[in-house]
Structure formats: C-alpha cells, structure tokens
C-alpha cells in the first residue's frame, strides 16, 4: 500500500540574469491511497508537480511537510526499508550503455542485495515477459528508446517491489512497446502490488487505471475511478474532464 497525508515540497531556484530568487510550490498538500492490487494513474500537464510526487514516493527526495507510507513504513523514519519495497522508473533513460541487460541486471541486483541467482531467474523472467529476451547479451548503446525503457522496467522491478512507480512508462513507445508495458502493469496488480503511474496518455489511464488523480499547479483533482469522473463531470473522456478541469482552475470557461 502507498499512503500519502497532505504532502509539500517547494523549490528555490535562481534567475541567472536577473539573480531574482523564485519559490516554486511543486507539490501543495497531496493525500492519496493505493491498495495492493490497485494501479492509481497520476495525471497533468507539463510542471504539475507528478514526477515530483513520485519520487517523493521512491524515497529520492524528502517532502517539506507531510507523511508517505510505503507498506506501512514511514519513508522518512525508515528509508533504506521503504526503499527496498520500492521499484521505481523514472523519465530519465541514461541507462548504462557499456552493458548488456544481463550485466546491467545483474549490478542492480546486487546493489538491491538480491542474491545472484534469483537475480538472474528474475532478471531474465522480467526481459523474457517484455520481449527482451534475445537481447539481454547485447550491448545497450545501440538500443533504441523503447528499447532502453524496457530494460529499464526490468531493472526496476527485479528485487520483487510490493511498490511499483512508474514515470511515464510508455511515453515515446510504438503502440505494441505499450501494449507490453500496459500487461505487465496488469501483471503487477493481480500479483496483489500497488502500482502508480504518471502519464500524459488517457487511453492507457481508461484501459489499466482503477483510480485516476488530476494534479493541477501541485494539487489533486478529482481522486476517483476514470468511470465516476466522466460521471461526474458529464463528459465521454477524461481528455474533456481533463480540459474542463484545467479550464476551470485556470478561470477560463469551461
Ligand atoms: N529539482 C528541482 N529544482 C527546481 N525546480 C524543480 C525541481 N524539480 C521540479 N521542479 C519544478 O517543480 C514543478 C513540478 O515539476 P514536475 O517535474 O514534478 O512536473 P511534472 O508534472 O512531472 O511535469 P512533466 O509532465 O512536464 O514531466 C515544475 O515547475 C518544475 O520546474
């Protein structure tokens, strides 16, 4: 389970030019719940605040204020635990280019403290279910990018997460790429993990998500199944609840 009580985080950047200081508020007040066996879709526009959020939740980085649970465990009084039901995927695709899968698996593991042989079971489990498989003994540096995101995945769920966080898992993936990624997520909620994912892409939400929040300027919007929404704001899409949302908050005409 994820738990998340009313959780803040602000950043102080610089203008180089003009040396004025700017307070940005990234995250203002965000409360949710993922249960085991739940996939919990994150969406907004560019800058909400949901790639902040998720790496709160991975333990990267420390909210000003607030409380995040990981199973039950304070991650800010017991991180190294947290982290290690945690499986997280970030945007960022600089995988290791000098290794194959395989080695690349096999570091992690042990940075994870999986032991070798269930690291390679697992490892080759995972490249196996993504298609990767034929190259987990090629070199990555001639991966394509969809390509780097699987492995990615795998790398990300080898030490058997009961957390599962994914950034924009199929952003810039061919329809098929996603459709691997969208079953895997599938495959993570009947094994009974709680899976949030950040995406800018609604079918997928529509197709794999049991509850969506619309993060809006740091706050969360409409916490509900994708169904009640569309109910309840009286659209066929969540591209319109989403439009009508940002409409609204903006002040514009919905
Ligand atoms: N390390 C940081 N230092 C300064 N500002 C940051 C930092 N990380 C995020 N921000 C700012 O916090 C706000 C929220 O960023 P965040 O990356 O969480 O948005 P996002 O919803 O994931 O956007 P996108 O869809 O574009 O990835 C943005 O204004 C961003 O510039």
């Excluded at 739940?38 to 000003?64: H, Q, V």
């Excluded at 949030?196 to 619309?214: L, W």
Aim: hydrophobic share 40%.
């Amino acid at each position: 389970m994820i738990q998340l009580t009313d959780i803040y985080k602000a950043f102080d950047v610089k203008d180089r030019k003009t040396r004025a200081r700017m307070r940005i508020e990234a995250v203002r007040g965000i409360s949710l719940t993922v249960q085991p066996g739940e996939i919990y879709g994150l969406l907004g526009p560019n800058g909400a605040g949901k790639s902040t959020t998720l790496r709160m939740i991975a333990g990267l980085m420390a909210p000003d204020r607030g409380r995040i649970e990981v199973c039950g465990i304070d991650n800010a009084r017991e991180p190294e635990r947290a982290r290690a039901l945690t499986g997280y995927l970030s945007t960022d695709l600089s995988v290791y280019n000098r290794f194959t899968p395989r080695e690349l698996l096999r570091l992690f593991g042990e940075l994870q403290g999986v032991d070798p042989r269930t690291a390679e079971r697992r490892g080759l489990h995972l490249l196996e279910r993504l298609h990767m498989a034929e190259f987990a003994d090629v070199k990555m540096e001639g991966f394509s990018g969809g390509q780097k995101q699987k492995v990615s995945i795998a790398r990300a769920l080898l030490h058997d997460p009961k957390v599962v966080i994914f950034d924009e898992p199929t952003t810039g993936l061919d329809v098929l790429t996603a459709k691997t990624v969208l079953d895997l997520l599938g495959i993570m909620k009947a094994e009974g993990r709680s899976v949030i994912v950040s995406t800018h892409v609604m079918p997928m939400v529509e197709a794999v998500c049991d509850r969506v929040g619309i993060i809006f300027e740091g706050r969360l919007h409409g916490d509900a199944a994708p169904r009640a929404l569309l109910e309840r704001w009286g659209v066929a899409t969540l591209d319109e609840v989403f439009f009508k949302l940002v409409a609204e908050k903006e002040g514009g005409a919905a």
